[in-house]
């Protein structure tokens, strides 16, 4: 059983993707379950956690829906305003989705990432982590102290690092990143995704030797039943194909893994966190 863990379905008519513009050309284009099909059957995966891409509840009905006719699909992360008065019945109403999996909380986007330790936040993600609710968090190298100090008020979260945090891999840099998520690998209900690699490097001329040191690092500090594989497909586009952002990982997974330590990183260990059963995988 594979499973990307993340990774992101748009039609940008739809109008609330912000950050994809035409001056970004290989992202401006729809992208559906038809497109990514092929790369899945190529590759052996059998079902994908589609992750918002929007801060609207619109497109997560949206990509709610398109789960409904895309078998492919396990599972939807998606978002709401966690400040909001109505947060706990927008919740409630969302979770009733068969393959409604869990919420993202978009820490990237925030001006001051302080705000994930006011009241509303800390409030919101103490009802997430009390019905074990999966979050994902989106949050940037710069903004996991914040984090770390959300996860002290909230020990109990079930949550997943996007993107590695998205360390400074372009430039080659382990610190303070490594020190920084160390701590938050020191909570044992807190999982990373090794993915969303390949934008944070040079677009143009990345070599696998670029990745290593991140992988081998999150693997070392999360080890290997709380990391998961993540295309972040079609973003990766930006800079890798779906072939070469699985080499990447099988890479510098090898001789660090064994066949069978590897194997949950590509699919058992996003089922545990997702919580997926036999209605979310379809057997």
Not at 148 to 177: C, F, N, T, Y
Not at 206 to 229: C, K, N, S
């Amino acid at each position: 059983m594979y499973i990307d863990a993340h990774q992101h379905y748009w039609k940008i008519e739809r109008d609330d993707y912000g950050w994809i513009t035409p001056e970004i050309p290989v992202l401006f284009r729809d992208y559906l379950p038809a497109d990514l099909e092929p790369e899945l059957q190529k590759h052996g995966v059998s079902h994908t956690i589609v992750v918002q891409a929007a801060p609207t509840v619109e497109e997560t009905e949206y990509i709610l829906e398109l789960s409904e006719k895309a078998d492919s699909v396990a599972g939807v992360v998606g978002w709401l305003d966690l400040a909001s008065p109505s947060f706990q019945a927008e919740f409630e109403r969302l979770s009733k989705h068969p393959k409604f999996t869990g919420l993202r909380v978009m820490i990237q986007e925030m001006a001051d990432p302080g705000v994930l330790l006011t009241r509303p936040y800390i409030e919101a993600l103490s009802y997430l982590a009390e019905r074990d609710v999966p979050v994902d968090l989106l949050v940037l190298d710069h903004q996991l102290p914040q984090l770390i100090a959300m996860l002290k008020q909230v020990p109990g979260l079930r949550g997943v690092i996007d993107h590695l945090a998205k360390p400074p891999i372009a430039s080659g840099s382990l610190e303070p990143w490594r020190s920084r998520m160390a701590e938050v690998a020191g909570h044992p209900g807190i999982y990373c995704k090794l993915s969303g690699m390949v934008t944070e490097a040079d677009p143009q001329g990345w070599t696998q030797e670029d990745f290593t040191a991140y992988i081998h690092a999150v693997l070392e500090l999360f080890g290997p039943e709380r990391v998961m594989f993540g295309s972040d497909w079609p973003v990766c586009l930006m800079a890798a194909t779906y072939d070469e952002v699985i080499e990447i990982l099988r890479n510098a997974l090898q001789g660090r893994l064994s066949a069978e330590e590897m194997e949950p990183v590509f699919g058992a260990n996003a089922a545990r966190f997702y919580k997926l059963d036999q209605q979310h995988l379809g057997k």
